[in-house]
């Protein structure tokens, strides 16, 4: 079991090796703050859903939602409206990009009302729908 961690790391220490001319992902270039405040949301995204899923294991259901909602939801949506142009990612980003990105807010709120009800099944079920939105984005853009 030791062994798994190093496992797990073993595809990013292969894919650190990739050059950006490699790599077929659109280009969305953005000025720096964006790019910034981009990766910042990205990695506040990713610790929410590490813990929207510890909640749901733990059979928190009502809370992993209340969470996804928060964090991830609708009501995450807009966080740099108020600073300047240069600093919000979404004004920088192709509309396909920034409609993956609208459409992942809109399936994070429904997890949030699926899981309000307390269904543990139904939220599990729905679990998924909250990284779709992430991989296809990744998997079709680039901000480097």
């Known amino acids: 079991m030791k062994k798994l961690p190093f496992l797990l ?20 270039p953005m000025p720096p703050a964006a790019e910034a405040n981009l990766r910042a949301e990205m990695r506040d995204s990713l610790r929410a859903l590490g813990e929207v ?16 909602e928060k964090e991830l939801g609708m009501s995450a949506m807009g966080r740099h409206r108020g600073q300047p142009l240069d600093a919000r990612p979404g004004a920088h980003m192709p509309e396909v990009m920034h409609a993956i990105g609208r459409e992942g807010h809109r399936t994070a709120s429904e997890f949030a009302r699926i899981a309000a009800r307390g ?21 079709t853009y680039r901000i480097r």
């Open 9 to 28: 790391l073993v595809p990013l220490l292969l894919a650190g090796g990739a050059h950006a001319g490699d790599d077929p992902r659109q280009l969305a």
């Open 53 to 68: 899923t510890r909640l749901l294991v733990a059979g928190q259901v009502t809370e992993a939602g209340a969470l996804a």
């Open 119 to 139: 269904d543990h099944e139904a939220a599990l079920a729905a679990l998924p729908g909250l990284s779709a939105g992430c991989v296809a984005c990744h998997s």
